[in-house]
C-alpha cells in the first residue's frame, strides 16, 4: 500500500473521529444544559437543544421513564454513546488499512 492511500485512510479516520466527537459534545452539552435548567429562551441553549434533537432523533423518546431527566440523560446519551462507538471504531478501521 502506497504512503499517499494510508495518510488517505488517516485523513479520513481522523475527520470521522473530529466529526463523531463534535456530535457526542453537542448532545453531552444538551444534557448539561438540560440538568442544569438552562434559559430555553437564550439563542446559544436553543441552537444546541435543536442540533441535540436533530442528532437525537432516532432515540429521542425512546425511554418512558417517569422523570423527564432520566429520559432526557438516557435518550441523547445513548445517541452520544452510540456515535462515539461508530465513529470510533470505524476511524480504528480505517487506519489500520
Request: glycine share 8%.
Amino acid at each position: 500500500m502506497s504512503s499517499t492511500t494510508r495518510s488517505g485512510s488517516g485523513s479520513a479516520a481522523t475527520i470521522i473521529v473530529v466529526i463523531a466527537d463534535i456530535m457526542a459534545f453537542i448532545l453531552g452539552l444538551w444534557i448539561l444544559m438540560y440538568l442544569l435548567d438552562a434559559n430555553r429562551a437564550n439563542e446559544l441553549v436553543n441552537f444546541i437543544q435543536d442540533a441535540a434533537r436533530w442528532l437525537a432523533g432516532w432515540s429521542y423518546d425512546l425511554f418512558t421513564f417517569d422523570e423527564a431527566w432520566a429520559r432526557v440523560v438516557c435518550g441523547y446519551g445513548l445517541a452520544a454513546v452510540v456515535y462515539l462507538f461508530i465513529g470510533h471504531a470505524l476511524a480504528s478501521r480505517l487506519r489500520r488499512h
